[in-house]
């Protein structure tokens, strides 16, 4: 089975403070993973996936298969940063995303 | 982009309902999820070219159906409390979750 914990409901930190998503998987294949986002009174899309190893808005996540982890990180935090952040996770060939419960970031001037 | 149609919607118990979407262009797979209050959006089920090709852990009163025409529909039958949810479509380039998805705004039902 396929699962994705991301263990902070809310997490708040201040303009220009490093600010880092947790993001726990498990999955017994090959997995894929993502970050979506979902700005205030905007829809659901996507931030970054693991494959691409690009850095988007200054977002950086990395794959860390022995510990089943792909943390989303920033170095300097803006507010406009703040919104709902959310690690999926698929297989190569697998037709289903699965979903965290999400993080709601803060950004505090 | 993806639309969908209505934005909200209330039910009662029991009743039957019909969710619509409208893909991007050019896409030919459409997947389906559930998000209920605090979760992350849930799968559904997806269609690719117009057959389902995968499903999650949703009983068969949740089925679907996505024309030529870029749209899709989802139907929810024999309508429960716990059906109470924000109900997304996302279609996509390609079948699989590995494909970006591009959501809609979704449909929020209500099921008294």
């Known amino acids: 089975a396929q699962r994705v914990t991301q263990p902070e409901k809310l997490l708040s930190v201040f303009k220009g403070a490093p600010v880092e998503l947790k993001c726990n998987y498990s999955?017994?294949?090959?997995?894929?993973l993502f970050w979506y986002v979902q700005y205030s009174r905007q829809r659901l899309q996507l931030l970054l996936r693991?494959?691409s190893r690009e850095s988007i808005k200054g977002f950086t996540a990395d794959l860390n298969k022995g510990e089943t982890s792909f943390h989303l990180k920033k170095p300097f935090a803006q507010e406009e940063d703040s919104a709902m952040y959310y690690c999926?996770?698929?297989?190569?060939?697998?037709?289903?995303?699965?979903f965290g419960a999400g993080t709601t970031v803060t950004v505090r001037a | 982009g993806v639309t969908q149609s209505p934005t909200h919607l209330i039910k009662t118990r029991g009743q039957q309902v019909t969710l619509r979407c409208s893909s991007q262009?050019?896409?030919?797979?459409v997947s389906w999820y559930q998000q209920a209050l605090g979760q992350g959006p849930q799968f559904i089920f997806q269609y690719y070219r117009e057959e389902e090709n995968g499903r999650g852990n949703f009983p068969p009163r949740f089925s679907g159906l996505q024309f030529p025409n870029d749209s899709s529909e989802l139907n929810v039958n024999a309508l429960e409390l716990d059906d109470s949810a924000l109900y997304l479509c996302a279609s996509s380039l390609g079948s699989g979750g590995s494909y970006e998805q591009y959501f809609g705004p979704g449909t929020r039902l209500t099921v008294t």
């Open positions: 262009s050019g896409h030919n797979t």
């Open positions: 999926a996770l698929s297989g190569r060939d697998d037709y289903k995303l699965s």
């Open positions: 999955y017994s294949g090959s997995p894929e």
């Open positions: 693991h494959i």
